[in-house]
């Protein structure tokens, strides 16, 4: 299910990023949306002991994921994070949700 919304959350021009592997050898996508936002589609299979690396890469600011957060929201409006997000795919650059 979450693939298939992945082609109806991209703003124009957007990137799908497909990461590891599905339990099912075929999935469903939007690809008609996906073609009308002009969208691209990646997979990447994810690396053994990559995590350790991208921890400390963010850790140490060396990639500064604080400049991708656009819009921040609490755990008990995550509905609202949702549906704006949704509604304004023009300015949300990556939206997140605080636990």
């Not at 957007?14 to 592997?21: A, C, E, F, P, W």
């Amino acid at each position: 299910m979450t693939t298939l919304q992945t082609c109806r959350l991209i703003k124009r021009a957007g990137k799908v990023t497909l990461v590891g592997v599905s339990p099912e050898p075929v999935l469903e996508l939007d690809i008609a949306t996906l073609n009308a936002m002009e969208g691209t589609i990646y997979s990447v299979y994810r690396y053994r002991n990559l995590w350790p690396k991208a921890i400390a890469a963010v850790s140490s600011g060396l990639i500064p994921v604080e400049k991708i957060v656009s819009h921040q929201f609490d755990f008990k409006d995550c509905i609202e994070a949702i549906d704006y997000s949704l509604n304004h795919k023009d300015e949300v650059i990556k939206a997140v949700v605080k636990f």
